[in-house]
């Protein structure tokens, strides 16, 4: 979150921070995952060049010229320029490929790519034209005719067996004698990364958790209700006999009205509300030892409240950050029940699955955390579901948006919904800032796992920006945007605990930020100066909550500033290694002030004993 002065606290000091797949008829074969290797061996990578196809052909090999394409009768999946085969209606034949490496060590190697087909066969039985997609000479999957669809669909593979070798990544498309088909394929995909065990703390759990929801809307998306469940494994060694849920958005109502509420709970016995009615326990029918999982279940409903927040209505406009239930965690310090803080974030969760299935009005469209796909429902209804692979959490927006989209030049699929009132030439202007700012990020710390990005633009959000999952909040700004960005990596893949230790993301967000816009930080801790001897960079949000205007101060200015300064202890090189050394280690797990000056002592042989003193980080 890049934080502008609480609403409350208007006239206080400026802030420094600038603030799956379709059902194929035919063989899908992907090859099983070889086994994890540590996650420090791996460095995450995007290893398709030009998946967008908006560099030109290569690295690409057509079978003939003008496969990738821009010209009329088809559309790209993002930007202007995207793949067609066949649609000749005639005996033909078209292949694209290109060769890649997977790197070794990598425990988790996927395929994407988005397909559109187009048919004029009329048969709703019998396959003519086909597309192939391979990697080496393994057939990933055979579609045709039969799974002609309106729009596009992402397809993903697991291709992990294929670590530590060179192979093409290929597609053909063959037709018969008549009747055209068209495979149009856009924003093709590779992403490797390592082992996704979370490392440090053994005692946090529940661990692994998997969320399947299932909710429907009114006609304004102000109303959602239907049902949640969610699977967990104890990975403590002590017995686990109850679970918290945090219902976060609690916060924004009364527990006489609560914006959310949770009915009828199955696996588990629902107890008291607690922290303003943020927590709620559930009692588990026996103890869960070690290694065993378990299920429980509930029904939810979720009121949308007025006003441009992360949760809240500006207008017809609904942000729905924060309003599924998730499970709290339990670390060696115990159960993690921190209250909400409006002046920056308490969220700490564990990277989670999760399937949303959202039934909405068609008028309104939903963008969300995760890879969607939108299906017809009942009439002038669409059924949108979101699926999401190791994620903290999961936020959506609905609304009659505004919507463009396009690729990074590493293939990152952005899309960008602005509110009414966003100019068509802002909202350009922030599908650039996202496309630069996903693929500078991710080149400096490991390539971005979560498909697709949806950014939400409304000039009237107060709070200036909010992170999600891919799935970010925010202004006209390319400061901001690429800071809330920059969160995909320091609390999204890079987690911590958010409440007691809001340094972790936001000043190494800044940062980050910092770096991105080549801003170089020269002599920004020389303008240091503390309010008092309790003040630290690494206080907890129960310190800032009562100091709130320091809050930006020292959390992001501070707080990026003394990175800066590290760097310049260490040399450009040493830091950027440190810090893509770190993000890889810590991929999908938890992040804490003691393991990163760990790491930043490893990495050399000055001592750092008195660096961390002068800049007042603790831990």
């Not at 980050?512 to 801003?519: E, G």
């Not at 503390?530 to 930006?552: G, Q, V």
């Amino acid at each position: 979150m890049r934080p502008t002065p609480h609403k409350a606290l208007a006239a206080s000091a400026l802030a420094v921070a600038a603030l799956a797949g379709f059902s194929l008829s035919g063989t899908t074969a992907a090859a099983a995952p070889q086994a994890a290797s540590k996650a420090a061996a791996c460095t995450p990578a995007q290893v398709v060049t030009n998946g967008g196809f908006e560099s030109g052909t290569s690295p690409w090999s057509q079978s003939q010229a003008g496969l990738i394409t821009s010209r009329a009768g088809q559309s790209a999946h993002g930007g202007t320029t995207y793949a067609w085969l066949n649609g000749v209606g005639s005996t033909h034949t078209d292949t694209l490929s290109q060769s890649v490496t997977i790197p070794s060590g990598c425990s988790t190697a996927t395929l994407t790519f988005w397909l559109h087909i187009d048919t004029a066969e009329t048969t709703s039985s019998t396959v003519y034209d086909k597309l192939t997609a391979k990697i080496g000479s393994t057939t990933l999957a055979t579609y045709s005719n039969l799974n002609k669809n309106t729009g596009y669909l992402q397809k993903s593979f697991d291709v992990s067996s294929f670590a530590g070798q060179t192979v093409n990544v290929a597609f053909t498309g063959t037709e018969d004698s008549s009747l055209q088909t068209s495979f149009v394929i856009d924003d093709v995909a590779l992403n490797t990364s390592g082992d996704t065990t979370p490392p440090g703390d053994s005692t946090r759990t529940p661990a692994s958790p998997s969320y399947t929801v299932n909710l429907s809307s009114n006609t304004s998306g102000t109303v959602w209700t239907g049902h949640e469940s969610a699977t967990f494994t104890n990975a403590s060694a002590t017995p686990l006999s109850e679970v918290y849920l945090r219902l976060w958005d609690n916060y924004h109502g009364t527990c006489s009205a609560m914006p959310i509420t949770v009915t009828n709970v199955t696996g588990g016995t629902a107890g008291s509300l607690s922290v303003g009615c943020t927590a709620l326990q559930i009692a588990l029918p026996t103890p869960l030892a070690q290694g065993q999982s378990a299920t429980i279940g509930f029904d939810l409903g979720i009121t949308v409240p007025s006003g441009a927040d992360r949760f809240g209505h500006d207008g017809a406009f609904n942000n729905i950050g924060n309003a599924l239930p998730v499970l709290a965690v339990k670390d060696g310090s115990g159960w993690h029940l921190d209250p909400y803080t409006n002046n920056g974030e308490s969220f700490y969760s564990l990277a989670a699955d999760f399937k949303v299935t959202l039934d909405h009005p068609t008028s309104l469209l939903v963008p969300a955390t995760g890879t969607s796909t939108d299906t017809p429902g009942s009439s002038g209804r669409t059924v949108t579901t979101a699926t999401a692979s190791k994620v903290r959490d999961f936020a959506w927006a609905a609304g009659p948006f505004t919507k463009i989209s396009g690729t990074s030049a590493a293939g990152t699929a952005i899309n960008i919904y602005s509110v009414s009132g966003i100019s068509s030439s802002d909202a350009q202007s922030m599908l650039s800032t996202a496309k630069s700012a996903v693929d500078t990020h991710a080149a400096r710390f490991g390539a971005y796992p979560y498909g697709e990005l949806d950014a939400v633009i409304d000039n009237n959000y107060w709070f200036g920006g909010m992170e999600y999952p891919g799935f970010v909040l925010d202004l006209v700004s390319t400061t901001a945007l690429t800071h809330e960005i920059g969160h995909q990596w320091f609390y999204g893949i890079v987690g911590d605990d958010e409440y007691t230790s809001p340094w972790l993301d936001e000043a190494f967000t800044d940062y980050a930020t910092d770096l991105a816009l080549n801003k170089t930080g020269s002599g920004c801790w020389n303008s240091v100066s503390w309010a008092s001897s309790a003040e630290k960079i690494t206080n907890s949000m129960a310190y800032w909550d009562a100091h709130s205007s320091r809050y930006s101060t020292v959390v992001y200015g501070y707080g990026k500033c003394a990175l800066h300064d590290l760097r310049r202890v260490l040399g450009d090189t040493v830091m950027a290694k440190l810090l893509k050394d770190y993000a890889t280690s810590h991929w999908y797990g938890v992040s804490t002030t003691a393991e990163f000056k760990a790491a930043a002592q490893a990495a050399t042989t000055t001592d750092l004993t008195s660096f961390w003193t002068q800049h007042r980080i603790d831990g």
